[in-house]
Each structure stands twice: as C-alpha cells, then as structure tokens.
C-alpha cells in the first residue's frame, strides 16, 4: 500500500524557515518523482516543485525559485521541501504527492495527508 | 504560463444526475498534459483523470474526461453521495517545465 506521511502541523514567525518531510512507504521511491504544492485557505491547489528522486534534479515555479528547496534521502525515502523568509501569505496546507512515472509529465498520483504552516507574529 | 478557467464556479445538482464540467486553457494544450482531481474537506486530493481522458488505479467508470486544444470537460455520468466535492483541472509544461491548476469547480446537492 502506497503511503505518503508528512511531518505535522507548526507555527512560524514571520522570516523564518520551515522544512517538511514526506517519507514514502509501499513502493519503489527511486522509480517516481516527488511533487510538492500548497493550498491557502479558500484557495486553489499551486504548484511549488518537483524532484526526480533518481539524480536529484529539481524544477521550481517561479514564484518559489528564490525561497524554496526541495531534497531526498534516498537512504529513508524521505523527501524534503524548505520555505524560507516566510510571510503571513504561506499561510497553507503543504501537500508532498507521488508522480506517476520519474520524468514528466508530471501528475500528482498519491498524496501525504497534508502538512498546516501558520505563519503569525 | 498557461492559465486554466473552470466553469461554473458551482454546480448544484442531485445523486443520479449527470455532471459536466469544463476547463478551457489559455493556450492549446497536449492531451497528455491535462488532469482531473476531486478534493473533499479534510482530505488531500485524488486523481481522477490523466493524459484527458485515461481514469487514475481505482476510479470509478463513472468518470470520464474529454476535449482537446483548449477545451477539456470531466463528466461524471450519475452522481453519487460521495461525489459531492471540489473538482481541479491540472496541466503540465515539458518547456518551460511547470504545473498549473484550475481555480476548481464545487458540484454540491
């Protein structure tokens, strides 16, 4: 069984950081990539990026490029995504997925239960 | 960047009823490129549909997805109880690489 679980819930101070986790279970983690995106309350789904968990290789949008990394342990399954300089309006729930093959194109096949980042002075 | 428009914003309909909602893109897209997820409340979302109109492991026959060029549609031929969520449409760019999603359509009783 295919399994997705992310790190929990946490409150930040505006211009801090956060780091996710996302730690796969029931499949090959080398053999599909891992897709990150967000949704603010009220809002759709956005897209933040992706890494083939083979090579490393990332793709970010452009909106996050300068402020967010996303990594792997190969070696835990695990899957890594960091916010930096955060901002009341990262206020989400961060979602890590599964694709459905390691290259594109690129659809969000299984989902971690979804990680809540409260940004708030 | 491709923008995604879903209409209608809210579909109200009853179980047994048949659901169409469209997706239109701003630029023509792949029919590989587009997909369907139904989200409910306190769940992540799920995939429906990829590649237009190939159903996702596990999705019922009653959900189909169509179009081509700038025009995508997921139908849902009667509505169950549980069908009763917030639908997004979702593409994909190979150049440059990128993902966007739809603004959602809720089909509600």
């Known amino acids: 069984q295919i399994q997705l679980v992310q790190s929990g819930s946490e409150v930040k101070k505006p211009g801090a950081s956060v780091k996710v986790s996302c730690k796969a279970s029931?499949?090959?983690?080398?053999?599909?990539?891992i897709l990150w995106v967000r949704q603010a309350p009220g809002q759709s789904l956005e897209w933040m990026g992706w890494?083939?968990?083979?090579?490393?290789?990332?793709e970010y949008s452009q909106k996050f490029q300068d402020r967010v990394t996303i990594t792997t342990d190969t070696s835990a399954s695990t899957s890594y995504m960091e916010l930096s300089s955060l901002r009341s309006d990262d206020t989400s729930v961060y979602y890590c997925a599964r694709g459905l093959t390691i290259f594109g194109p690129h659809y969000f096949a299984s989902w971690g239960q979804g990680t809540l980042i409260t940004v708030s002075s | 960047e491709i923008v995604l428009t879903q209409s209608p914003g809210t579909l109200s309909l009853s179980p047994g009823e048949r659901a169409t909602l469209s997706c239109r893109a701003s630029?023509?897209?792949?029919?590989?490129?587009l997909a369907w997820y139904q989200h409910k409340p306190d769940q992540p979302p799920r995939l429906l549909i990829y590649g237009t109109s190939s159903r996702a492991s596990g999705i019922p026959d009653r959900f189909s997805g169509g179009g081509s060029g700038t025009h995508f549609t997921l139908t849902i031929s009667r509505l169950e109880p549980e069908d009763f969520a917030v639908y997004y449409c979702q593409q994909y760019e190979d150049s440059p690489p990128g993902v966007t999603f739809g603004g959602g359509t809720k089909v509600e009783i």
């Open positions: 029931g499949y090959n983690f080398n053999k599909y990539a």
């Open positions: 890494i083939n968990t083979v090579n490393g290789n990332t």
């Open positions: 630029q023509t897209i792949t029919y590989y490129s």
